[in-house]
């Protein structure tokens, strides 16, 4: 990781990123319109060292943010990827059951939070159902859309060395789909983290969401920026893990002649 | 019980099953399109392809060229009619008649070796130790040694072509089909891939439908040129190319494959104007 750091970080970034900081400080410390009210980067710093690097409260809203994302990103591989196998390659089922999903799909994962709420008996099993929707509905078209996408000379080409069916499924047809698997849980812990704030934000009272809304709510900028970068931080670092099983899902991509 | 219900009819017809040819016999295959309607690709088309020579199909692109080969493999069933191997009817695929296909169809997330040993595995014909033994010898033969253990992506185009001949000649099928197999390749790449291949069913004699639209390459390869046509697709012509085998490139300078040349042209003309 230290070694992508350093590449995508030449000189030229580290004097982007100081400016950054500068315009921020500046703008801050000049009362630009809109930043009369805002942190600047120091006083951020400050109280970050001062009252949440040793405090408990904090870390433990990363904890309950990535269990959320965890969840609910697990929860939407376990059934959405056998769903879109299904849709895939089962064409009764397909006619059966796509219309109904094609119904579902548009709706917005937000649009669920109140439903969810009156469904689930937990505020935290509807916050991780909610997440769940958000990654579910993308993982299934992706993994549909890969069983499309499978190359019909490769499906020949076992069938006619006299490969059983469930060879097939096993060592052509699964392989096929694995990088448009990928491809779902990408977005999908994109989509999770979004999910995941905005629904801490209206319905929680826990996680990295819920402490940049207060931070709004009680009128400390510097508590919101914090949330802000340490939310940012924890998506990053979820990208970075979900890249790294993906590549461990594909031996055969990371190759190059 | 399949294989002895061959044997006994072959003994009928007084040819051996590993000697056979493979034919079409009045088949008719249309397609439908979203664009055109329907497409009558075959109207009862015969063809009889002889054991252990190299038939070269050739004709225009678009003429039907692969759909000849997906319905002698099994791929696509015919309409009406029969395609055969020996005495037999056949319906579905095989490894008994195998097809390398125009790109390649090497499956990427296997390592060269595995996609060799994938239909001896699968068919439980052999040990995983003899399979991966007979595939190891192979893969010598065709200078791929080193790179049994390297996926797909990482060979050259002409590396995969071969990959892929071998992953078929290790089930001994007994009908090699190859679909422009150098299609796509550089110039010098190709004719080394098809002295190689020349070499390879010189020493095997291995009944094969070699399908290709060039002239030089049939002209090189085949003991007979079926010209196709299109509309609905047709055998045009028969040419049987007497050269004298082995043959290396030299043949090509020969008086009598520049005579061939000639009727070849004057066939494909024909067809073009008809």
């Known amino acids: 990781m230290l070694k992508q750091l350093q590449s995508t970080l030449n000189w030229r970034g580290f004097v982007a990123i100081f400016g950054f900081f500068l315009i921020w400080y500046l703008a801050c410390i000049l009362e630009l319109p809109g930043f009369a009210e805002?942190?600047?980067?120091?006083?951020?710093?400050?109280?970050?060292?001062?009252?949440?690097?040793?405090?408990?409260?904090?870390?433990?809203?990363?904890?309950?943010?990535?269990?959320?994302?965890?969840?609910?990103?697990?929860?939407?591989?376990?059934?959405?990827?056998?769903?879109?196998?299904?849709?895939?390659?089962?064409?009764?089922?397909?006619?059966?059951?796509?219309?109904?999903?094609?119904l579902l799909r548009p709706i917005p994962p937000l649009a669920w939070v109140p439903m969810s709420i009156l469904f689930w008996p937990t505020n935290e099993s509807s916050i991780i159902f909610i997440t769940f929707i958000g990654a579910f509905f993308i993982i299934v078209i992706n993994v549909f859309d890969g069983v499309r996408d499978i190359k019909r000379e490769h499906l020949w080409l076992a069938l006619s060395l006299g490969a059983p069916r469930r060879v097939i499924f096993m060592r052509i047809m699964l392989p096929s789909v694995i990088p448009s698997i990928a491809v779902g849980m990408t977005l999908g812990i994109a989509i999770t983290w979004d999910v995941v704030i905005a629904a801490e934000m209206i319905a929680s009272d826990s996680g990295l969401g819920r402490l940049t809304w207060e931070g709004y709510v009680s009128s400390t900028p510097?508590?919101?920026?914090?949330?802000?970068?340490?939310?940012?931080?924890?998506?990053?670092?979820?990208?970075?893990v979900v890249n790294t099983i993906e590549r461990k899902m594909m031996p055969w991509r990371r190759v190059k002649r | 019980m399949a294989e002895g219900e061959a044997l006994s009819t072959s003994e009928v017809h007084g040819t051996k099953s590993d000697n056979a040819g493979i034919w079409l016999d009045k088949v008719s295959k249309s397609f439908s399109s979203p664009d055109a309607g329907k497409i009558q690709v075959?109207?009862?088309?015969?063809?009889?392809?002889?054991?252990?020579?190299?038939?070269?199909?050739?004709?225009a692109s678009g003429c039907g060229k692969s759909t000849l080969g997906y319905l002698l493999a099994g791929?696509?069933?015919?309409?009406?009619?029969?395609?055969?191997?020996?005495?037999?009817?056949?319906?579905?695929?095989?490894?008994?008649?195998?097809?390398v296909f125009q790109e390649t169809a090497l499956w990427p997330w296997m390592t060269v070796l595995d996609n060799v040993i994938f239909g001896p595995k699968v068919r439980g014909d052999a040990d995983a130790r003899e399979a991966k033994d007979a595939a190891q010898t192979l893969l010598r033969k065709f200078g791929l040694a080193e790179f049994a253990d390297k996926y797909p992506d990482q060979l050259s185009g002409g590396m995969k072509r071969r990959a892929e001949i071998a992953q078929a000649l290790i089930n001994r099928p007994e009908v090699m089909i190859l679909d422009e197999p150098f299609r796509g390749l550089d110039v010098m790449t190709r004719e080394i891939l098809q002295e190689y291949y020349l070499d390879l069913f010189e020493e095997t004699r291995q009944t094969t439908v070699f399908i290709t639209s060039e002239l030089e390459e049939a002209l090189f390869l085949a003991d007979k040129i079926y010209i196709m046509g299109d509309q609905p697709a047709q055998i045009l012509d028969i040419i049987d190319v007497d050269l004298p085998r082995p043959r290396d490139f030299e043949v090509t300078v020969s008086k009598k494959y520049l005579e061939y040349k000639e009727q070849a042209i004057e066939l494909l003309f024909q067809s073009e104007e008809s």
């Open chain 1, 222 to 240: 510097e508590v919101l920026v914090i949330g802000m970068i340490s939310i940012g931080l924890a998506g990053y670092l979820s990208t970075k």
């Open chain 2, 75 to 99: 791929f696509i069933s015919p309409d009406q009619g029969n395609v055969g191997l020996g005495p037999n009817a056949v319906r579905k695929p095989g490894p008994e008649r195998l097809l």
């Open chain 2, 42 to 59: 075959f109207q009862e088309l015969s063809v009889n392809f002889e054991p252990n020579k190299l038939h070269v199909v050739m004709g």
């Open chain 1, 38 to 102: 805002m942190a600047n980067p120091l006083e951020v710093i400050q109280m970050f060292v001062r009252e949440y690097a040793h405090d408990d409260h904090y870390w433990l809203s990363w904890v309950t943010s990535f269990q959320r994302v965890l969840y609910g990103f697990l929860f939407a591989q376990l059934f959405g990827i056998p769903l879109g196998l299904l849709f895939g390659t089962n064409e009764k089922f397909r006619n059966l059951f796509f219309p109904v999903f094609e």
